[in-house]
């Protein structure tokens, strides 16, 4: 939970760059991200226009046996239209 704190906190404040660092940093101390991680890093890069990101993001949800939530499929949406 303190981490998706952080990853929102970040991108409010327009942080992609730190926030993607925060993921990785999470990643190697094998913290297991939720869908709730990886709906506001999917909706983080969606707002900068990172497709390829999401997708990564995307697959990684797959690979993780995770459902989508409702946010992940909407910005999904969104980057792939802009």
Same mark, same amino acid.
């Given at each position: 939970m303190f981490f998706n704190l952080l990853l929102d906190g970040?991108?409010?404040d327009? =942080?992609?760059e730190k926030a993607k660092v925060i993921?990785?940093?999470m990643i190697e101390m094998n913290v297991q991200p939720g869908i709730v991680t990886f709906?506001?890093?999917i909706k983080l890069n969606s707002m900068i226009n990172k497709l390829d990101e999401? =997708?990564?993001l995307w697959h990684q949800i797959k690979e993780l046996d995770?459902?989508?939530s409702l946010?992940?499929?909407t910005c999904m949406i969104?980057?792939?239209?802009k």
């Open positions: 970040l991108g409010k327009k =942080q992609y993921y990785k940093d709906s506001i890093l999401c =997708q990564n995770l459902r989508p946010i992940c499929y969104q980057v792939y239209i």
